[in-house]
């Protein structure tokens, strides 16, 4: 692996690497590229953040399609 290559794999994820790594991992569809390109980042923090985040928001919709479903 050169340098430059090197540096980059440390930096800190961008938003939107954050956020399609979350929902590749939810859906079971991440590249072992991709993967691979995620351990290698600096920080776990933003990742593990965002799935939680994810899980919060996933479960607050599931819970809410079954409440518009089910008679009161």
Do not use: H
Not at 13 to 37: D, I, Y
Not at 52 to 58: A, G, K, R, Y
């Amino acid at each position: 692996m050169s340098e430059q290559q090197e540096k980059q794999s440390k930096q800190s994820p961008s938003l939107g690497t954050v956020v399609f790594a979350v929902l590749a991992s939810a859906f079971g569809v991440n590249s072992s590229k991709n993967r691979e390109k995620d351990f290698n980042a600096k920080s776990a923090t933003p990742f593990i953040v965002a799935g939680i985040i994810f899980t919060i928001v996933f479960m607050l919709s599931v819970y809410g399609v079954v409440q518009l479903v089910l008679p009161e």
